[in-house]
């Protein structure tokens, strides 16, 4: 991506992502809370995938149980490890957007990307009461969406990163049939 000239020196701020598979194909997104910021709410674009920084020397797979967690209330056991994308995957911010994200610390995101199946029940995601409650809401609400559907629900500078996601793990829809 190209580099504004506002992002120079500023680091990326390392994150995961999480690609929630049910039986049935879908994928878990939720929708952005209004006053979730720029960086995550653009108009129409309010949904994403979970995602979320990792802390100071955890290991990634950790940090993506962790913020799944946090934001959906779903808990490990519920999971069937799917696979990861091998790269990271960046995006830069805009530059009014990085301005007010962070505090101006970083310039975006470095990605890495976990794939689960879900085998629990629907009644376990709690996007309102996330953590059994200990955790601020970060979503108002929640749906399966379609892999092909998911890089228009984004903010548009995360685009490319949810096109790269959904071709690695497109192939994954069907686990269940495979499980």
Known sequence: MAQSSESNGLPY?????????????????????????PEH???????????????PGEDPAAAALRELYEETNVPAEALRPLGEVPDWLAYDLPPAVMKQAWTGRYRGQSQKWFAYGFVGSE????????????????????????????????????RPVYEAVVAAFAGLSAWAERA
């Open 41 to 55: 709410v653009d108009g129409p674009h309010q949904w994403q995938m979970p995602q979320g920084g990792i802390d």
């Open 13 to 37: 701020r390392p994150c995961v992502g999480i690609t929630l598979i049910a039986p049935s194909g879908g994928v878990f997104v939720g929708r952005r809370r209004r006053d979730a910021g």
């Open 123 to 158: 009644d376990q995601i709690d996007v309102l009461r996330p953590g059994g409650g200990a955790h601020k809401p970060e979503f108002e609400a929640w749906r399966w969406a379609r892999f092909e559907e998911l890089p228009d629900l984004v903010v548009p500078f995360k």
